[in-house]
Nanobody, 116 residues
Framework: QGRVVESGGQLVQPGGSLRLSCVLS??????????MDWYRRTAAGGQRELVA????????RYADFVRGRFTVSRDNKQKRLYLQMSDLQPDDTATYFC???????WGRGTQVTVST
């Protein structure tokens, strides 16, 4: 198992919802001390773009294209990061990744496909 394992992605219809999760194999201290991010990559080989960020105290920041639809949260005890996504649209189709800030090794991501 790698440093980061994402899960929860699947095929969903437009307007649907999904909850993504990732778990990090890092020390408790590292996770509690790290700002955590969700990224996505919309085309194979393309650059990852920042989707959402949650600080150590729970403060949240979002990219304009998801604000109001996505919610990021963290569970420091389980070293997990979550992304609750609602009102999904075809443009949200992407591979979603989580990582710390600054980034460490990347996981494989989880594929979200929004389509009829």
């Amino acid at each position: 198992q790698g440093r980061v394992v994402e899960s929860g992605g699947q095929l969903v219809q437009p307007g649907g919802s999904l909850r993504l999760s990732c778990v990090l194999s890092v020390s408790d201290l590292f996770f509690r001390s790290a700002t955590m991010d969700w990224y996505r990559r919309t085309a194979a080989g393309g650059q990852r773009e920042l989707v959402a960020r949650v600080g150590t105290e729970g403060s949240q920041r979002y990219a304009d294209f998801v604000r109001g639809r996505f919610t990021v949260s963290r569970d420091n005890k389980q070293k997990r990061l979550y992304l609750q996504m609602s009102d999904l649209q075809p443009d949200d189709t992407a591979t979603y990744f989580c990582n710390s800030d600054p980034t460490g090794a990347w996981g494989r991501g989880t594929q979200v496909t929004v389509s009829t």
